[in-house]
């Protein structure tokens, strides 16, 4: 993390002098390196396992078990349809075993029913895989992972590092 001032975990251990915590589901850290405050506000805090709230929440869910940190995914990205709660890494993991997907994306959109849409991004060989696709969440996951949208795209937006930028996905055409 860039407010961290460099890795602060390295195989799952956190370095000498960090802390790591998990409050609610979130990973809090607290590290001599953590950076002051943003350009134009204050850093965020939180109160921590110790109940002082010199702790910073760093929006990351994961988990810390015998001084071992796991991280499991951004807080922000998970999708939230009629109170069933999906990551969209393990959605896209599942869809990208269907023969023929190359390459997909899985983001949520507004929905007035159910909170949140599931919208699946895919680059295919050509052809259009919605069954498959929508059979594959199902098994993998269960019926609330259904993509109720499915978008055949010629690229998925991703970092230079390779990550997918999951804020360009919404309006993806």
């Known amino acids: 993390?860039?407010?961290t001032g460099s890795g602060i975990v390295y195989n799952g251990?956190?370095?000498?002098?960090?802390?790591?915590?998990?409050?609610?589901?979130?990973?809090?850290?607290?590290?001599?390196?953590?950076?002051r405050s943003y350009r134009d506000a204050p850093r965020p805090a939180a109160l921590g396992p110790d109940g002082r709230d010199d702790w910073f929440p760093t929006g990351d869910a994961g988990s810390v078990k015998n001084g071992r940190v796991s991280v499991?995914?951004?807080l922000g990205s998970v999708i939230n349809s009629g109170g069933e709660k999906l990551w969209p890494e393990d959605l896209e993991a599942a869809l990208a075993t269907v023969a023929g997907v190359r390459d997909v994306a899985v983001t949520g959109i507004a929905d007035p029913e159910w909170g949140e849409g599931v919208v699946a991004l895919i680059v295919s060989n050509g052809e259009h895989l919605d069954e498959a696709l929508r059979d594959a969440a199902a098994e993998a996951i269960g019926p609330w992972a259904k993509p109720k949208e499915i978008r055949y795209v010629t690229a998925i937006p991703r970092t230079g590092n390779g990550k997918i930028r999951r804020g360009d996905l919404a309006n993806l055409r």
Request: hydrophobic residues 45%.
């Open 72 to 74: 499991r995914g951004r």
């Open 1 to 3: 993390m860039t407010e």
């Open 13 to 35: 251990a956190p370095l000498p002098g960090v802390e790591v915590a998990a409050m609610d589901g979130e990973l809090l850290v607290r590290t001599p390196t953590l950076f």
